[in-house]
């Protein structure tokens, strides 16, 4: 009977005090849950933050840069204007994370999960995206100059206008990705694959594409490219491009 009125007391218990909360409250710390939580404009850069929950978490203007978030989980977070600048991400997830003018220059984000991720103006200059899954994110204008995005699925991803100069993106998928009024100057992409890319007015002067997979002459077709464009056995260029005056 004790044993039956212990149980009764601590359902009661349980049902009063209601679900454990998210420990908004809580410092920067390893596996620190901060789901759903308001957590703008703070500096917390250089924090160790390995295996964080910051689901749904409104971290706009925060200074994350240096952080160590291997493992974390940051999906559908609000990074807008957010710093995480060096940061170091692998294997973090951020499925459906968006932001404005967020700053992941320089970040180690190898490996990580940023599907139907929305970032606009995003600075991505110089990170590491190798393996990473970037597949119908919207990354309009955003910056990958001197990215690595080597093996990176960015398939279905709309990046008009973005700059990816000097980017690595040997072996990627580009698979219907929407890369209209894009830069690729100096660009490595022996091996990616282009099949149903759209190129309207895409910068491809100077560039080498002999090694490209999926690539079609009405693409090209679309395209601004020169006489040193180098494109695959197969594929031909118009007689005019598109850009000449």
């Known amino acids: 009977m004790n044993r039956l009125i212990a149980v009764f007391l601590f359902g009661s218990a349980t049902m009063l005090t209601g679900p454990v909360l998210a420990g908004c409250g809580d410092g920067a710390k390893p596996g620190v849950d901060w789901t759903g939580c308001e957590k703008k404009l703070i500096v917390i850069s250089g924090s160790d933050m390995t295996g964080a929950k910051l689901t749904g978490a409104n971290l706009t203007s925060t200074d994350l840069s240096g952080a160590k978030l291997q493992g974390a989980v940051l999906d559908e977070a609000n990074l807008t204007y957010a710093s995480l600048k060096d940061a170091v991400m692998t ?8 932001g404005s003018r967020t700053n992941m220059s320089g970040v180690d984000a190898s490996g990580s999960d940023l599907a139907y991720a929305e970032f606009y103006r995003g600075n991505f200059s110089a990170a590491n995206f190798s393996g990473a899954d970037l597949s119908r994110a919207g ?33 990627a998928d580009l698979n219907y990705a929407i890369v209209a009024r894009a830069s690729f100057k100096g660009a490595k992409l022996a091996g990616s694959d282009w099949t ?10 100077d560039l080498d594409l002999s090694g490209v997979k999926g690539l079609k002459t009405e693409q090209v077709a679309l395209a601004c490219g020169n006489d040193a464009t180098k494109l695959p056995d197969g594929v031909t260029a118009p007689e005019k491009w598109f850009c000449e005056d």
């Not at 093996?151 to 973005?162: P, Q, S, T, V």
């Not at 149903?196 to 002067?205: M, P, S």
């Open 91 to 98: 294997g973090v997830s951020m499925h459906k994370t968006s």
């Open 139 to 171: 990354l309009p204008r955003a910056n990958f100059s001197g990215a690595n995005l080597s093996g990176a699925n960015l398939a279905k991803i709309d990046a008009i206008r973005g700059t990816f100069d000097d980017a690595d993106l040997t072996n």
């Open 196 to 205: 149903g890319a759209y190129l309207y007015r895409t910068d491809l002067e």
